[in-house]
């Protein structure tokens, strides 16, 4: 047990990192709440301006469809569909057409084969299994003294953090591809075009706290591993 008492001793790491993915949460929320507000003043809807993102990028193969919830928002590589929320779909608010064409920026790379949007794709199954098994499979070796468990806890777990780090290119290259098409040709005026880019700002805050948060994780198994080596 003194493996998973010197894990629960080290949860001091993750105080910081709980109070930042806090705040991002809060910024998201509060940005998303406030541009949903402000209606854009072409009256182009989110499913729009996703259709419309598509097109300029000469892409007819994507499927643009309404799911439930609130910030829900995806894009189905397998499907090939950009699922857009009830808020966003229908609704001809700035925040939507922000969110929108980042979903649409992403269906762009996945059509132009982005570098690291396929690699994050294809270690998506190793990262399940490390956010599964990575933690308990490190505590089980320390109580039973095995190295051989021990780190194979260990990489499987840093395969979430890599998961993480390449998430960040991925996302802030589709909220660019988003911004850049939004204010080219003209979808928002001026004043719309930064309550969008605020909207998108504070979303790819909380991809940063996840990688924060893995990382932080690591570490608290790299301190338990080097008590554990100390006795």
Known sequence: MGAYFSYYMTGFIMIPVFIFALICQMKVKSAFSKYSKIRNRRGMTGADAAYRLLQLNGITDVRIKKIGGSLTDYYDPAKKEICLSQDVFDSTSVAAIGVACHEAGHACQHAEGYSALKIRNAIIPVTKIGSMLGIP??????????????????????AVALFQLITLPVEFN???????????????????????????????????AALVSALATILRLLLIINRGSRR
Do not use: H, P, W
């Open 137 to 158: 499979l490190a505590l089980i070796g320390m109580i039973l003294y095995s190295d051989v468990l021990i780190y194979a806890g260990l990489i499987l777990y840093c």
């Open 174 to 208: 589709a909220s660019k591809r988003a911004l850049d098409t939004i204010e080219s040709n003209a979808f928002l005026e001026s004043e719309e075009y930064t309550g969008a880019k605020k909207v998108l700002t504070a979303a790819a805050l909380t991809y940063v």
